[in-house]
Every structure is written in C-alpha cells, then in structure tokens.
C-alpha cells in the first residue's frame, strides 16, 4: 500500500546555492509538475558563518573586503539567519504544496556532512567554516519537509545522475533532461538539472 501510494505522489528535487535553492517538482512517471527558485533568507548576511564568523576569528584579516566582527556577535547572528532560514523553508515549502495538486511525498537534498557540534566550534574550524552556511540551509529545508510529513532522501552529488539514471533503468538522463528543460522554458541550467536528477532518483523507490 505504501509503494502504491508513493507512485501517485510528487517528488521534490533540491539544488541549493547559499540561501537560495532550486526546487524542481516531478509527477509520477517524471512529469515536470513546478520550477521555481526560492529564496530562503533576506535582508541578512548569507554566509554568517564563513564571512562574519571567519572575521570574528581572525580569519582573512589580510583581505581588505574583511570587517570586524566579535565572536559573539558572530554566534547570535549565525542563530538569526539559521531562525530566519527556517521561516523561509516553511513557507517556501507550503507555497510550493499549494500551488501544485499533486501531493507532495518525498524531497531530495544534497548529503551533509558531519560538522563540529557548537556553532562557535564550526565557526573556528577552518574546513567546517567553509561548509557550515550550506549546510544550514539544507538543514532548514529538511527540517520543514520532515514537519510536513514528507521522507527526506539525502544525495550525493558526484552520483545522483547515475543514481537517477539506474533508478529510471536508463543508461543516461540527457534525452529526459533536455525534455524536462522543453517544459520548464528558460532558464534551464545545471543547477535545474541536478534538482531534477535528484527527484528522479528517488523514482521507483
């Protein structure tokens, strides 16, 4: 009963750039269905932990597009755009929900990697630093996917084509791709195409 139902429900695919994220949205059968860039934040800094919290640590002091910044200030400004984030992913998601008529079941986003635990420990590792902004904003749309009732499938992105291809049992994407871009209409770039290749990955599943 749980695989029929699956079959009769749409699938979000993900692409995120800093606080904004393409959402493409596929039928069953991988009918183009939604096409839309969301925006998950505004009127806040977009990198909070790479640009403001590196400052606060010293780090990039050298480069003169650096500002100063404490440490504290960095942490309480990390939790506003994190809060903030979360407000934009729900209401993108419930915008996206309302606006097609099929429901909604699965999205598809980028993998996560492990990252320190305090946000002070992300902002002062160099490697977690560089990383943690993203992965904020994917975990923002997760956590508003996982409120709506939808299972959250996590890809990789060196082989969501190949997974999505296998999932299709086809030997590559390029010919449903370009169909899929016929659809959407401009623009239909490579972050399109990796949001729907990681929809159709989760096809048949």
């Known amino acids: 009963m749980a695989e029929l139902r699956a079959k009769r429900t749409a699938i979000v695919g993900v692409a995120e750039n800093g606080n904004t ?19 998950l ?29 404490s440490l504290p200030e960095a942490i309480k400004l990390v939790e506003r755009v994190r809060a903030a984030a ?14 097609i008529e099929v429901p909604i079941a699965r999205i598809s986003i980028r993998v996560c990697p492990e990252l320190p635990e305090t946000t002070e420990e992300r902002i002062r590792d ?24 939808w299972f959250v499938h996590w890809y990789h992105r060196d082989r969501v084509f190949d997974d999505a291809a296998a999932a299709l049992r086809r030997k590559d994407l390029d010919t449903l791709l370009r169909e899929l871009g016929k659809a959407a209409g401009a623009p239909w770039q490579a972050k399109h195409k990796l949001a729907a290749a990681a929809a159709l990955a989760l096809m048949n599943r």
């Open 21 to 39: 994220a393409v959402l493409v949205t596929l039928a069953p059968g991988g009918v183009l269905l939604d096409r839309r860039t969301v925006e």
């Open 41 to 69: 934040t505004r009127d806040l800094p977009t990198h909070p932990y790479h640009h403001e919290g590196s400052w606060a640590v010293g780090r990039y002091v050298d480069s003169p597009w650096a500002r100063k910044h």
């Open 86 to 99: 979360a407000r934009g992913a729900r209401e993108s998601l419930e915008a996206l929900a309302e606006a």
């Open 126 to 149: 160099t490697r977690a630093a560089a990383m943690a902004d993203s992965i904020m904003y994917r975990e923002a749309l997760a956590s508003a996917a996982e409120a709506r009732g």
